[in-house]
């Protein structure tokens, strides 16, 4: 492979982060991300597994040194062991520097030792309460007991885990502590997130929607934060919490917005890219990809694609603005 370059948005930005969303189905119903009734994309507009390993390996030679898979639950996708086995030869080449994933956890337990056998190293869990009740309140569908047993089975298998929570007002809030101490506790790193308005979903987004301004200011009553320039590649900013030796990330596009920094883009199983987790515009890749065996058509629609990166979203939740930003549902395209 080429030594790649890296690619350049109007913004100086380099993208060197490519999401992939492999399936926008999922085992859970998160009242935040989904409607309970949701209809998904039919299959037959599904890349193939080999499709989205193409698209991917374009990216990874044209400067992308990260990649992470997301969904929907990208653990319930058919085979997708098949594709991390066939991306990780990404890792062994060294054109890829991270082969990383989220996933909500109900079926890590299955995979956590073949995902260390391929070279990922460190994945994020997303788990927003440690109460099984509540848990099965917020998923709709989902069971704790098994989210805890693929955390150990991942911890088993050497993966570092990070836990990942929506701050919910009025659901989660007090818990946070709770939730910090026990990832801490087992040395996980753990990140809070504020909820975005994407995609319709059964609820009223302003019942839910807590600054984390409020939380960080709520947490500093009762520990204290030290900001640390620790980064992932991700967009959190990190503190370490004193009290107990853990690592705090906030990912908040609400409250403080950083976009200035944005290194990645995002792509649907569908072959669709998104520039912006905020914004509509978006690049039909598949069209290209299929349209010719070589992949200099594909290689030139992403540079133009990059081109049109723009400078941020503009995400707002109050009661004047019921609508959603954007239309589409965090499951499109990933968190
Ligand atoms: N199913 C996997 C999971 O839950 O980890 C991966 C996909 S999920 C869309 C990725 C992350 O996005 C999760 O941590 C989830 O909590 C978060 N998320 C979903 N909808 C969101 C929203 N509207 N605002 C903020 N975060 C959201
Ligand atoms: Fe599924 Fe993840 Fe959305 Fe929950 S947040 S419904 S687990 S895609």
Redo the contacts with the bound molecule.
């Keep these: 492979m080429p030594i790649p370059t890296s690619m350049i948005d109007p913004f100086g930005r380099s993208v060197s982060y490519l999401r992939v969303?492999v399936t926008d189905r999922?085992d859970?119903r998160?009242t935040?991300?989904?409607a309970e009734d949701m209809t998904f994309l039919p299959k037959k507009d599904l890349l193939s597994l080999e499709e989205l390993d193409r698209l991917c390996t374009v990216f990874v030679e044209k400067g992308v040194r990260r990649l992470r898979l997301?969904?929907?639950?990208?653990l319930v996708r058919k085979n997708i062991m098949h594709l991390v086995r066939q991306l990780s030869r990404h890792l062994a080449s060294g054109a890829l520097e991270e082969l990383t994933l989220?996933?909500?956890?109900s079926q890590l337990y299955r995979f956590a030792d073949e995902l260390a056998d391929c070279g990922v190293r460190r994945i994020?869990?997303?788990m927003?309460t440690l109460d099984p009740d509540k848990f099965r309140a917020i998923t709709r569908w989902g069971d704790l007991s098994r989210v805890m047993e693929s955390i150990e089975a991942a911890e088993r298998a050497g993966l570092k885990i990070k836990i990942?929570?929506?701050a919910l007002k009025g659901f989660n809030d007090t818990e946070i502590p709770s939730m910090i101490e026990w990832a801490h506790g087992r040395g996980m790193d753990m990140t809070v997130?504020?909820?975005?308005?994407?995609?319709e979903?059964d609820a009223d987004?302003t019942d839910q929607y807590l600054p984390l301004s409020q939380l960080r200011a709520e947490l500093e009553r009762r520990y204290t934060l030290t900001d640390i320039p620790f980064k992932t590649g991700g967009p959190a900013r990190y503190v370490e919490v004193a009290e107990t030796g853990g690592r705090l990330g906030f990912i908040t596009?609400m409250t403080h917005n950083f976009c200035e920094s944005c290194n990645r883009v995002r792509l649907t199983c569908t072959g669709t890219l998104y520039m912006c987790l905020g914004q509509d515009d978006a690049a039909d890749l598949r069209h290209s990809l299929r349209a010719s065996e070589g992949n200099e058509l594909l290689s030139n629609a992403i540079d133009e694609a990059i081109g049109r990166k723009p400078k941020g979203h503009d995400f707002v939740i109050d009661r004047r603005t019921k609508r959603p930003a954007v239309s589409r549902?965090?499951?499109v395209t990933?968190?």
């Design positions: 969303s999922c859970f998160c935040y991300c989904m997301t969904g929907g639950e990208p989220t996933t909500n956890g994020n869990v997303s927003d990942n929570a929506v997130i504020e909820t975005m308005p994407m995609g979903i987004r596009p549902h965090m499951s990933g968190g």
